[in-house]
Nanobody, 120 residues
Framework: VHLVESGGGLVRAGGSLSLSCVAS????????VGWFRQAPGKEREFVGS????????LYGDSVRGRFAIYRDNAKSTVYLQMGSLKPEDTATYYC??????????????WGQGTQVTVSS
């Protein structure tokens, strides 16, 4: 599975931004997709995930209620809709895919990341 993120950029605090993760390769709907982020000097952090059939979603404590993940299997795409952005949301955002999702970093496939910068 090859993953490509897009949609990053510069946004003001309180604003919104939507990221996309487009997959190619194997049967996309069989894979859960997770979003992670990593700020300079910090460890990579779990943001959220969605199951292959969209039945289950899970969010990290720092984004719950502000971010939403949804997917369109027909387009092999997963979206991360980010709202009420804060400067501390500034990071490189990565999507990942695996048959068995977890909240740790043990995902098989990773994208290259897209930068999100939130100005105060």
């Amino acid at each position: 599975v090859h993953l490509v993120e897009s949609g990053g950029g510069l946004v003001r605090a309180g604003g919104s931004l939507s990221l996309s993760c487009v997959a190619s390769g194997r049967t996309f709907e069989a894979y859960a997709v997770g979003w992670f982020r990593q700020a300079p000097g910090k460890e990579r952090e779990f943001v959220g995930s969605v199951s292959g059939n969209s039945v289950y979603t899970l969010y990290g404590d720092s984004v719950r209620g502000r971010f939403a993940i949804y997917r369109d299997n027909a387009k092999s795409t997963v979206y991360l809709q980010m709202g009420s952005l804060k400067p501390e949301d500034t990071a490189t955002y990565y999507c990942a895919a695996d048959l068995l999702p977890t909240t740790d970093l043990k995902w098989t496939y990773w994208g290259q990341g897209t930068q999100v910068t939130v100005s105060s």
